[in-house]
């Protein structure tokens, strides 16, 4: 079981206000409670983009499992642990289950269903992949690294606090952009407006490679970024992680300072007359 947070960006405005994207693996299992902080952006790799092959490989091999195996009491809260066989048995059960249901899956995946109904069997033993932006994360680690919240979600949240203490902020001057994804090389050999193309396919995918494992090219990366922008209607969620240091501290959409790259396509779309 893998929970992790790496730093792909971080930034910070001439008035002190940080702009961070990370990317994070943790189980599937806890996603629905990181989607309740509504200040982050947000991108997560599909169930319906990823093969069955590799999907499979990897809840048989590399299972996402609890790391608190809590015994059964009132609230929501498991506060003591199953220890000795019990906990034994409990663990290797969850691991049973996971390899149990990768069988129909394959036979399924062999009748030739698609992934994004396949994969759905699957999703309690996955790690999902995640990046996330934002300027403002004192609430999340408020209440995530607090002892009621699930351990995961702490380990999690801790491991991300961690990070961002680690890291530090590159400082943009006003008008410049927060680029996840992107290189100090490509920065200095990319025109700016291909640059952010190039980080929004890469955050769209969550990574600086493909589906299938292999890097992206930047010709590659800019047709994704057309085919997102181009599209009826357009798929806007990737084009949050790249961000314009703003000249105040106001609020653009979700964050303070900063300026998303949606954020100005939205303002473009629909200003009026």
Same mark, same amino acid.
């Given at each position: 079981?893998?929970?992790?947070?790496?730093?792909? #960006?971080?930034?910070?405005?001439?008035?002190?206000?940080?702009?961070?994207?990370?990317?994070?693996?943790?189980?599937?299992?806890?996603?629905?409670?990181?989607?309740?902080?509504?200040?982050?952006?947000?991108? #997560?790799?599909?169930?319906?983009?990823?093969?069955?092959?590799?999907?499979l490989?990897?809840? @048989?091999n590399?299972?996402?499992?609890?790391?608190?195996?809590?015994?059964?009491?009132?609230?929501?809260?498991?506060? #003591?642990?199953?220890?000795?066989?019990?906990k034994?048995?409990?663990?290797?059960?969850?691991?049973w289950?996971?390899? #149990?249901?990768?069988?129909?899956?394959?036979?399924?995946?062999?009748?030739?269903?698609?992934?994004?109904?396949?994969?759905?069997?699957?999703?309690? @033993?996955?790690?999902?992949?995640?990046?996330?932006?934002?300027?403002?994360?004192?609430?999340?680690?408020?209440?995530?690294?607090?002892?009621?919240?699930?351990?995961?979600?702490?380990?999690?949240?801790?491991?991300?606090?961690?990070?961002?203490?680690?890291?530090?902020?590159?400082?943009?001057?006003?008008?410049?952009?927060?680029?996840?994804?992107?290189?100090?090389?490509?920065?200095?050999?990319?025109?700016?407006?291909?640059?952010?193309?190039?980080?929004?396919?890469?955050?769209?995918?969550?990574?600086?490679?493909?589906?299938?494992?292999?890097?992206?090219?930047?010709g590659?990366?800019?047709?994704?970024?057309?085919?997102?922008?181009?599209?009826?209607?357009?798929?806007?969620?990737?084009?949050?992680?790249?961000?314009?240091?703003?000249?105040?501290?106001?609020?653009?959409?979700?964050?303070?300072?900063?300026?998303?790259?949606?954020?100005?396509?939205?303002?473009?779309?629909?200003?009026?007359?």
């Open positions: 079981m893998t929970i992790s947070a790496d730093i792909i #960006a971080d930034s910070i405005s001439p008035l002190g206000i940080r702009i961070t994207t990370m990317a994070l693996v943790y189980p599937r299992f806890i996603h629905a409670e990181f989607m309740t902080h509504r200040t982050f952006s947000r991108g #997560a790799s599909s169930s319906r983009a990823i093969p069955v092959k590799r999907m490989s990897e809840v @048989w590399h299972p996402a499992t609890p790391i608190h195996w809590g015994a059964n009491q009132a609230g929501m809260q498991a506060r #003591a642990e199953l220890s000795g066989i019990r034994s048995v409990a663990a290797s059960l969850w691991k289950v996971g390899r #149990a249901v990768c069988v129909p899956v394959w036979l399924m995946s062999k009748l030739g269903l698609h992934k994004q109904v396949a994969n759905r069997l699957l999703e309690p @033993w996955q790690h999902i992949h995640v990046v996330v932006t934002s300027t403002d994360w004192d609430n999340f680690y408020n209440l995530r690294c607090h002892p009621d919240a699930q351990p995961e979600i702490q380990e999690l949240a801790h491991a991300m606090r961690c990070a961002q203490i680690s890291s530090t902020p590159r400082s943009l001057q006003v008008g410049e952009w927060h680029l996840p994804y992107v290189s100090a090389t490509e920065l200095a050999e990319t025109p700016v407006e291909a640059t952010i193309k190039i980080s929004v396919a890469r955050c769209c995918r969550v990574s600086y490679m493909n589906h299938g494992g292999k890097l992206s090219t930047k590659e990366d800019i047709i994704l970024y057309n085919r997102l922008v181009d599209a009826n209607p357009p798929h806007m969620s990737p084009l949050e992680h790249q961000a314009q240091c703003a000249p105040d501290e106001w609020r653009y959409a979700n964050f303070s300072g900063w300026i998303s790259h949606r954020f100005h396509i939205e303002s473009e779309l629909f200003k009026l007359p």
